[in-house]
């Protein structure tokens, strides 16, 4: 578990650098000199045509810093998403494996909790580290010391609910991100704004472009912001429900292979029923 948290945390960290470079190449190679190339172009024409209406390019909607910092921050999400949805859907590849040599009407006795636990424990380490090995086998060392059904079902539930807990942690990173992102194309619109007022005298005089380009650095930051906030939380949310449904088909799995085959021997049984 902990190399696994040790190459998460390196995986974040390349894919964050990774992201960034690309990001700042191609603004510095593709989209900041076409943007400069058409809003030089539309100032010419603004001047010498006082009825033309500029067209909106992508290149000027994305030119800004505010811009480009949510872009490689979008990637950066995007990578860490791919990364644990890769991981879940190798998980939930498990559920469709029989991990449990039981068939329908056979029982488990508590003595034969150790020979079941093999072909378990026979699974890869990575593997065996996944929710459904785990579950399995921490339910029938449990069985085998207590002997009780119900601690069993205990057992599982409580493995499934932490390592919901834990999956439910580790997209706080992912959370943040999709917070900030809106956070800093509000910072676009504000400097956007600010600079736009401090150009007001221009406008006064008739020159109305430096105020025009302000404000569309204010407007653009905030609408390519939004729209990639969106689409993250989009994709966060259906990582999420593969996460969810991971657990709970772990815990159905663990009811219905093995919680329900489990069988204590009767004088036992009565035993506890009477109280002892």
Not at 77 to 101: H, S, V
Not at 112 to 133: C, G, H, I, T, W
Not at 141 to 147: D, G, K, L, V
Not at 257 to 275: N, T, W
């Amino acid at each position: 578990m902990k190399q696994g948290s040790l190459y998460e945390a390196l995986f974040q960290i390349g894919a964050l650098i990774l992201a960034g470079i690309i990001v700042h190449a191609t603004y510095v190679t593709v989209i900041r000199p076409n943007a400069d190339l058409i809003q030089e172009q539309q100032n010419v024409l603004q001047q010498t045509d006082e009825n033309f209406v500029p067209e909106r390019s992508v290149f000027i909607i994305l030119r800004d810093f505010e811009q480009e910092t949510c872009i490689i921050l979008m990637l950066w999400a995007i990578a860490i998403i791919g990364m644990k949805t890769q991981n879940t859907l190798r998980e939930r590849a498990l559920i469709d494996r029989r991990l449990i040599q039981v068939s329908d009407g056979m029982s488990i006795l508590p003595e034969d909790s150790r020979n079941y636990a093999r072909s378990v424990q026979a699974l890869p380490e990575k593997e065996r580290d996944f929710l459904l090995p785990r579950a399995i086998l921490a339910g029938l060392h449990r069985f085998q010391s207590t002997r009780n059904i119900q601690d069993v079902s205990s057992t599982v539930r409580d493995i499934c609910d932490t390592e919901a807990d834990r999956m439910e942690t580790e997209l706080s990173i992912v959370r943040y991100i999709a917070w900030a992102i809106p956070s800093i194309g509000f910072l676009g619109t504000v400097r956007g704004i600010g600079t736009a007022l401090g150009q007001a005298y221009q406008a006064v005089s008739g020159d109305i472009v430096g105020v025009t380009v302000s404000l569309g650095v204010a407007f653009n930051s905030t609408f390519v912001a939004l729209v990639v906030s969106i689409f993250l939380m989009f994709l966060l949310h259906q990582l999420q429900l593969l996460q969810d449904r991971l657990v709970l088909d772990s815990q159905n799995y663990c009811d219905e292979s093995l919680i329900r085959h489990l069988q204590v021997p009767e004088k036992e049984a009565r035993y506890e029923l009477e109280g002892h």
